[in-house]
């Protein structure tokens, strides 16, 4: 049973910073394709980020330059460092374990507003 714990969200400014954390359960973390997605009200949810066990990353359009994802197999955890957010980047983020059967943590809110 895998599960996905979600921290880091919160109320930050236009053009402020924040890192999410994501803490997976049980065995699978290493060998599993990893990512964060978002959902905004009214919107479908959408990748932002992602990285394949071996350590590569993909980023949506968006984001590019300003996000970066990151692992740590030995905490069995996935990062997503946000820079230079924007009020568009408000919405729930969710962390995502894919190893045959897909994952998802609760989510945690960013907030992005003055």
């Known amino acids: 049973q895998v599960q996905l714990v979600e921290s880091g969200g919160g109320l930050v400014p236009p053009g402020g910073s924040l890192r999410l954390s994501c803490a997976a359960s049980?065995?699978?973390?290493?060998?599993?394709?990893m990512g964060w997605y978002r959902q905004a009200p009214g919107k479908q949810r959408e990748l932002v980020a992602g990285?394949?066990?071996?350590?590569?990353?993909n980023y949506a359009d968006s984001v590019k330059g300003r996000f970066t994802i990151s692992r740590d197999n030995a905490k069995n955890t996935v990062y997503l460092q946000m820079n230079s957010l924007k009020p568009e980047d408000t919405a729930v983020y969710y962390c995502?374990?894919?190893?045959?059967?897909?994952?998802w943590g609760q989510g945690t809110q960013v907030t992005v507003s003055s």
């Open positions: 995502n374990l894919r190893f045959g059967v897909e994952h």
């Open positions: 049980g065995r699978l973390f290493s060998r599993s394709a």
């Open positions: 990285t394949t066990p071996g350590g590569s990353t």
